[in-house]
């Protein structure tokens, strides 16, 4: 099974500046089959993220994604109000297919 | 604009059977795409459960593959769940949602449920 491991556990920051959550896999991720989600509270989580580096449909480019070996990167480039929630990543290489433990992104 | 909706009993007896449906609008299941359920205890993160193929195709989580049992029927355009011998663990908002290959694209609100006696 790929481990997932997300930090930092908790960013706090501010609107407008740059937030940037990690993902490290236990092993490689062929093809980049590396997802990012947002998830506020009570609702479903939102695709932002697939491939590594593509953007969903009517994701802002604000949100973007990389990949270095076995570690996975997303950069929030100026945090807006609406930002401020949980990110997932999630292998979909190998079943069983995992998520990371989820970084929070809070108001400072 | 694809949609999909998650119904079922908010509240299963231990050692029951969970059963959930997942109505999907907007796009047809036999079009293609992988169909799939996903879990959310109550205060932590996401779990995989299975996913599923029009075509039959199908994975499972080999953590819960014993005792659930994932279907399509493309007559009334719905995801099915079954979910054998529940226990309070299994406590969960149950998401189902379309994709597999470039991540779940398009998730159903959730449907909560409690296994408690």
């Known amino acids: 099974e790929i481990v997932l491991t997300q930090s930092p556990g908790t960013l706090s920051l501010s609107p407008g500046e740059r937030a940037t959550l990690s993902c490290r896999a236990s092993?490689?991720?062929?093809?980049?089959?590396l997802a990012w989600y947002q998830q506020k509270p009570g609702q479903a989580p939102r695709l932002l993220i697939y491939?590594?580096?593509s953007r969903a449909t009517g994701i802002p480019d604000r949100f973007s994604g990389s990949e270095s070996g076995t570690d996975f990167t997303l950069t929030i480039s100026s945090l807006e109000p609406e930002d401020f929630a949980v990110y997932y990543c999630h292998q979909y290489i190998e079943s069983p297919f995992t998520f990371g433990p989820g970084t929070k992104v809070d108001i400072k | 604009q694809v949609l999909l909706q998650e119904s079922g009993p908010g509240l299963v007896k231990p050692s029951e059977t969970l059963s959930l449906t997942c109505a999907v609008s907007?796009?047809?299941?036999?079009?293609?795409?992988?169909w799939g359920w996903i879990r959310q205890p109550p205060g932590k993160g996401l779990e995989w459960i299975a996913s599923?193929?029009?075509?039959?195709?199908?994975y499972y989580n080999p953590s819960l593959k014993s005792r659930t049992t994932i279907s399509v029927d493309t007559s009334k355009n719905e995801l099915s769940l079954k979910m054998r011998s529940v226990s309070a663990a299994d406590t969960a908002v149950y998401y189902c949602?379309?994709?597999?290959?470039?991540?779940?694209?398009?998730w159903g609100q959730g449907t909560m449920v409690t296994v408690s006696s």
């Open positions: 599923m193929h029009h075509s039959g195709s199908n």
């Open positions: 907007g796009y047809s299941i036999s079009s293609g795409y992988y």
């Open positions: 949602a379309r994709g597999l290959t470039a991540g779940f694209d398009f």
């Open positions: 092993q490689s991720i062929t093809n980049n089959y």
């Open positions: 491939g590594a580096s």
